[in-house]
């Protein structure tokens, strides 16, 4: 019983689970709240999409400011 409680916490009202820890590069909002989030261009999150899966983290990490 305890199991399905915990389960429920991490779906939404609807049931579904919520995939925050994805970037879904096909979608116009997410690719512009990357780039924004980052400063760079939406081509360049769509490219660090392609190349690095739409995993937050690897996006995150692959779009990251270079040190001067």
Same mark, same amino acid.
């Given at each position: 019983?305890?199991?399905?409680? %915990?389960?429920? $916490? *991490?779906?939404?009202?609807?049931?579904?689970?919520?995939?925050? =820890?994805?970037?879904?590069?096909?979608? !116009?909002?997410?690719?512009?709240?990357?780039?924004?989030? %980052?400063?760079? $261009? *939406?081509?360049?999150?769509?490219?660090?999409?392609?190349?690095? =899966?739409?995993?937050?983290?690897?996006? !995150?990490?692959?779009?990251?400011?270079?040190?001067?």
């Amino acid at each position: 019983m305890a199991k399905a409680s %915990k389960q429920a $916490s *991490k779906t939404t009202a609807r049931g579904r689970k919520q995939d925050r =820890s994805r970037v879904a590069g096909g979608q !116009d909002y997410e690719v512009r709240y990357e780039a924004k989030k %980052k400063r760079r $261009s *939406k081509a360049a999150v769509k490219k660090a999409v392609k190349k690095v =899966s739409n995993s937050r983290k690897r996006v !995150d990490q692959a779009l990251g400011r270079k040190k001067k």
